[in-house]
């Protein structure tokens, strides 16, 4: 019988080499290790762990120790009362893992605080790097599915190490570079797996440990750390971050994702933060899929190891590491040189008077006029067959721009059959960590007593 293959948890680092910097102080390999291997000892026999880690050095650990105990990291799209109680009862061996801060969990889940010694000489410590078996199931992501309820979608380790290695190699790091990472996007997120947990792995960079949200937090975390530096963030912190500072701490790498990115934004996000800035372009079913340079390059480029089969609404991938396709939600045009574009998520595609659209093509041009700070299309037909369709708009306004101002300029990017009916102007949009949206949050949110709202004519 062949026995399985095996993984390193790490990639080979002197174990002096510093593997995260946390509360101030830089916590070697060797000290990271003994972290994992004392909190392995203390986790409960469970099959399954809810890692709600806001610090991320403290959720790696978590991650970390469970792999070596066996234990499945269930990732849900949000920590909400009513998501975390529909995991305990469909996952009845679950435990929760949390920071010092331990949140409310529902009524017999249990709690496990992520005790750390963050900073601990190696000297001592575990020293040699354990390995994880390629099949072994290491997490499980879920996505809305049509009836509401979450879908799971296992990825076992050798899933998730061979995304990190084409990633790695599409954006030249190694080992040898000594690249800080400073990470905006929750470490519970897919992306935020992939691309901070994963990347810090499997290629030697060094994990800022906090999670940076305000545009003060992402300079002050820049700053505390020396070049070279990587920002990984996303469309929404980006433009929250030059919406209060012109002269962000340079970077030397920008990686983006979750959302569309504009030209205009990316390279504006070059110029103020000298830096390439690539986007990833990926989904939960099968982890990353391509990136671009969209400063240079509307196209994608397939991640090595990434098959795309189809074209259109029809298209499917095999990711890095990954035995089967699935079709894609979005649609592509496929291009010379295996390259692609991406036109929308086929439930973004509208037609209305015979012509045809996306939701993101719209909403592209909307977050390019220069007096909207934040805005989305959406679609609030209710028809099943969609034969009368009819597109919103939500807008968070710069300083002196009305909704007729808003109107005009949009006017003048789309074509009339698309302008929204009406525009509402809010002060803010009800943006998640990753800065995505969900229908249910936009159709709960209130709008201002004297909605400022304009329908066109």
Known sequence: MTAPAMLPLIAKRD??????????????VGGFLEDVQVLAARLPARAHVLNLCADRYRFVVGFAAALVRGQISLLPPDHSPVSVARLAADYPQVYCLADDTLPIAPPGLEIVACAVRGGADAAGAFRAAPSIAAGQTAAIAFTSGSTGAPVPHPKTW???????????????????????????????????????????????????????FYAVDVCDSLASLPRPRMLVTTPFHLRALFAEVAA?????????????????????????????????????????????????????????????????DAASVRGCGHAAPHLLNDVIERLPGGTFRLLGRKSDMVNIAGKRTSLAHLNHHLNAIEGVRDGVFINSTNDADHASERLVAYVVPARNWSAADILRALRDRIDPAFLPRPLHLVDALP???TGKLSMRALASMTLPATDPSVEFQ
Request: charged share 20%; hydrophobic share 40%.
């Open 248 to 312: 962000p701490p340079a970077a030397d790498l920008v990686l983006c994702a979750t959302a569309p990115l504009q030209p205009g934004l990316a390279a504006d996000a070059e110029l103020r933060l000298r830096a390439p800035l690539y986007e990833i372009y990926g989904c939960t079913e099968s982890g990353q899929i391509a990136s671009r340079r969209p400063a240079q390059d509307a196209r994608w480029r397939p991640l090595k190891g990434v098959v795309l089969s189809g074209d259109g």
């Open 158 to 212: 050798g899933m998730l190490v061979a995304g990190a290695k084409a990633e790695l190699a599409r954006l030249r790091i190694d080992v040898a570079q000594g690249m800080h990472l400073v990470g905006t996007v929750p470490p519970q997120h897919m992306y935020g797996l992939e691309s901070t947990v994963m990347l810090g792995l499997q290629g030697g960079l060094t994990l800022h440990a906090g999670r940076p």
């Open 431 to 433: 943006r998640n960590p």
């Open 15 to 28: 174990e002096r080499a510093t593997f995260a910097v946390y509360d101030g102080r830089r916590v070697p």
